[in-house]
């Protein structure tokens, strides 16, 4: 341990310890549940950042950048996805797991609502649009409760957030795929439905939403619609 020194260089003499207060040790006790809400609240910011990046993965590329990432190689709607795309969705979800159950504990009872979760967020908007490409339909509530690992407790917010972010995933899989196959997929499927059917459908059904005097709930609901407007103006065009 270093020798304290004062502006003079010389060697400052501790004093004599402060005397102990009567409330002495109740603020200690206070030093000691700050000092664990800062190690808790750190990893769960570490986990929370790690589920997001798995969360995107699943849904885009080649690793779950990576769960989103590789469903959108995906080639159709009302399929299983391929045995390869299936396998690297299934690793990623693992290790989504593995990140949660690292703050199960520290997440549970009213510590959920205590901290701030964006990563369940891309998790549902992961999960659901995993379930659209699977059966062209949308994954419930209690659904998605239920396919949340390690028993996280998920919010309605959550789920409707989530929920939100799908329109998303979903114009751009119709764009990406449109300009493949010159149409909308689905048009010739069992339901009868193109993917712009269904974003129109479930853009109605958030408009009958009650408004949330919140930010982030308005800037979701911009969102939403512009990926319902591009969507329509691309299947308008090629119909």
Not at 56 to 77: M, V
Not at 140 to 165: H, I, Q, S
Not at 194 to 220: H, R, Y
């Amino acid at each position: 341990m270093g020798v304290k020194r004062d502006h003079a260089g010389q060697t400052v003499v501790p004093g004599p310890a402060a005397p102990r207060g009567r409330f002495t040790t109740l603020f200690e006790g206070f030093r000691a549940e700050l000092d664990e809400h800062y190690d808790r609240k750190e990893r769960i910011v570490k986990s929370s950042r790690d589920v997001t990046a798995h969360s995107k993965r699943c849904t885009q590329s080649s690793r779950l950048f990576f769960l989103i990432f590789a469903l959108h190689r995906s080639n159709a709607i009302n399929e299983e996805p391929s045995p390869a795309i299936q396998k690297e969705v299934n690793t990623r979800l693992a290790d989504i797991e593995k990140s949660l159950s690292l703050i199960a504990g520290d997440i549970s009872g009213l510590y959920r609502y205590r901290y701030y979760l964006p990563c369940l967020e891309e998790l549902v908007e992961a999960l659901t649009f995993a379930h659209y490409l699977r059966t062209q339909t949308l994954l419930t509530p209690a659904e998605t409760r239920a396919a949340v690992p390690c028993g996280v407790t998920l919010a309605d917010k959550d789920y409707v957030y989530g929920v939100f972010d799908l329109f998303g995933e979903m114009m751009r899989f119709a764009t990406a795929k449109s300009r493949a196959k010159g149409v909308l997929l689905a048009e010739e499927s069992p339901r009868g439905r193109s993917t712009l059917d269904d974003i129109q459908a479930l853009g109605c059904a958030f408009e009958t939403l009650p408004k949330v005097p919140e930010k982030a709930f308005g800037q979701k609901l911009d969102a939403m619609r512009a990926s319902v407007r591009k969507v329509e103006v691309l299947g308008y065009r090629l119909r």
